[in-house]
């Protein structure tokens, strides 16, 4: 099976790469003020939505360290009103992976076309930074299942026989990524910038998700455009392209769906898929977690 997205634009992905090499290479130069500049003139080739993904997070990482040649000196803090200074007019989509995110980003996506930049890291930025949560137990498990690449009765079978080792493994992962989350969060509360949307109130029903974009951005969405929204991008339909595409190694760069990458997305389903084993390693390794996102 082909492990490359099953659409993307080769000509705008590297067209979009010569924009960043660019940036890269004036920042290294010692000019990150211009860097940032040409980036702005350049926004909607790196942010064009045929433009491969993974390019995406590279501008990302490239924002990451010419804030920190501009900021260089700087208390950090001082530092939140100073990164980039909001010249860059677009949004992040910021999130640990198997959060609901997917669907956020599809929507978000919609409504501000070649403006938002999805990410499974918290970049400090000044931009909106719109992130989702889950229950970090469930996160574990969608982990465990995407490993597993297997759906339906097959995959429950599996789940229940996921060894401890795993088990500790995957929610230390989750753990210290949530731990980046909460220390980014310290600064996006800072800059008034971030939206947290949680799982558990959308994964059925879009509905709050679109009231919460109205009201962080100040704009209405109109019923007509919420009912093709809704339709659009429904947790069935999303694991319906996930069920074509097959494989997690391939997905399609329009919707970011992968294979085998939706399941069941009831919340609370880690008691009932995984063995007993994983409620004591849960509770010694993501109660921190748990319990600064309300989920103890």
Known sequence: MEEHPVNYSEARTREAMTVLQTATAQANAGDPEGAVAFLHQHLDTVLDSNVL??????????LQGINRKRVAGVPWAEQ???LLGGELDF?????????????VWQILAD???????KAHAFPVLPQPVVITVRDFRDVVLSRCGV??????????????QVDADTLRDEARYVAEHERRMRRAMRLYEHMGNALVLYYETFFDDLTPVFDALEGFFGLTIDPRRRERLAATFSLA???AESERLRDFAVYDN?????GAH?????????AEYLPAVAHDIFEAELRPALEAWGYA
């Not at 993904?53 to 490239?62: P, T």
């Not at 949004?91 to 669907?103: E, N, P, Y």
């Open 53 to 62: 993904f993974s390019v995406k997070q590279l501008f990302m990482d490239l």
């Open 80 to 82: 939140p009103a100073r």
């Open 91 to 103: 949004i992040v989509q910021a999130a640990l992976a198997r959060t609901g995110s997917t669907v």
């Open 111 to 117: 409504l501000f076309p070649d403006r938002v930049v």
């Open 147 to 160: 490993a597993f690449h297997r759906q339906g009765d097959a995959l429950a079978d599996r789940l229940l």
């Open 237 to 239: 339909q999303n694991r």
């Open 254 to 258: 329009k919707t970011q769906v992968h």
């Open 262 to 270: 939706v399941f069941d997305g009831r919340p609370g389903r880690w």
